[in-house]
């Protein structure tokens, strides 16, 4: 009877175990015990595998049984502290560390606003025909404060390169011109190694080079709050804080009061993408602050350091793409079911931009609890 219940224990133990496989806590405990044996000698290693080929039954089960307690238990108590772990990455940090974070977000609103003022020169097609006092302030920008002195050293090899840069696209530029007039008169009016330049310049007239940076910097502009004043020191933090903001800037829903009550009204398919986004996220969160625990073994294993550092940096990239994902998400709720939020709440329903933004204003307040007399609709109605 004793063997049959060690039998029936054992396949449900193993059972147990393949389900925690794999799993960030079981990663690393076992990089633990590599660790472990790695700091070991070879006669110490013969002594302790010699241990566990000589163990009974009963006591193997017994170490299975322990070892599968500390996985789990360790693994639900780092699950508890995820969203600390996730604040602290958007830069919610303490007061000792308010000096970095100012820093961090100074750094970052000066480059965004090299890239905004970047982008107006792109739109206005003046990346050619820039005034001396605009290339002075396009020069002046991306240099920081300490390497000032440096510039002013730099600046007739700059004139210089400018001077040989614009030369040649003019002459770029009057030569693809003659091939064009000559072109209109016909394709036999260009030899062969003149239409293949004339194709060639035609090319590169498109200024593709200047379209890849447009769309790095929109992009880039996109992944922070459009006010300057909103951004964090972590660009996970301004990814997520995008996802905050944006509804406010576009309809004047306040994402963090209203999304409470616009989750109740969104389907279950989409609440099911959300919670799989806000899953991913929130792994992320355990997975980066197990990589940062993996630090310790490097005590024992000097390899462990950095296992360690990659793995955070590594999880801290997957991080980032999910936070997009999980932001696109919340804004794609707002846009296609903010008037469910409306018509549940019995909301007159705005007449056009203008008005959704101030009506979203009311409702913000209105949730608040900043109470005025409303006048409510029986029935939300279409839009």
């Not at 010699?50 to 163990?55: A, D």
């Not at 002013?152 to 009057?174: A, C, G, H, Q, Y």
């Amino acid at each position: 009877m004793a063997t049959t219940f060690i039998t029936s224990f054992g396949s449900k133990l193993a059972k147990s175990w393949i389900a925690n496989l794999l799993t960030p806590a079981f990663v690393f405990w076992v990089g633990g015990a590599a660790a472990w044996i790695d700091h070991l000698n070879d006669c110490q290693r013969t002594k302790w595998l010699n241990w566990l080929i000589h163990l009974s039954d009963v006591w193997t089960i017994a170490l299975l049984v322990g070892s599968l307690l500390v996985v789990v238990s360790s693994g639900v108590m780092i699950q508890r502290l995820d969203f600390p772990v996730l604040r602290f990455l958007e830069g919610y940090w303490s007061r000792w560390l308010r000096p970095l974070w100012f820093w961090l977000v100074k750094c970052q609103r000066s480059q965004l606003r090299r890239d905004r003022w970047r982008i107006a020169c792109l739109d206005k097609k003046q990346a050619e025909g820039l005034t001396s006092d605009e290339l002075e302030r396009f020069w002046s920008s991306y240099w920081p404060q300490w390497l000032r002195p440096v510039r002013s050293w730099l600046r007739p090899l700059r004139d210089r390169w400018i001077t040989r840069k614009k030369s040649k696209l003019r002459k770029l530029v009057k030569r693809y011109q003659s091939l064009a007039q000559k072109q209109a008169g016909g394709i036999t009016a260009l030899t062969a190694e003149e239409f293949d330049e004339y194709e060639s310049l035609d090319v590169w007239r498109q200024a593709t080079k200047e379209e890849e940076e447009y769309a790095r910097l929109d992009w880039r502009l996109r992944q922070a709050p459009a006010d300057f004043n909103r951004l964090m020191p972590t660009r996970l933090g301004n990814l997520l804080r995008v996802a905050e903001t944006r509804p406010s800037d576009k309809y004047g829903l306040d994402a963090v009061t209203c999304w409470s009550r616009l989750w109740l009204v969104l389907p279950e398919s989409v609440q099911k993408d959300l919670t799989e986004a806000r899953a991913e996220l929130n792994l992320g969160a355990q997975v980066w602050l197990w990589s940062l625990l993996f630090l310790i073994w490097g005590i024992l294993a000097w390899w462990a350091i950095p296992v360690g550092l990659l793995a955070a940096l590594l999880t801290y990239r997957w991080m980032l793409d999910a936070a997009a994902n999980y932001g696109e998400l919340i804004e794609a709720a707002f846009d296609i079911y903010r008037f469910e939020l409306y018509k549940s709440l019995h909301w007159p329903l705005p007449t056009d931009s203008d008005d959704e933004r101030q009506k979203g204003l009311e409702i913000t307040q209105y949730l608040l609890g900043n109470f005025r007399r409303i006048k409510f609709e029986e029935k939300g109605g279409d839009v």
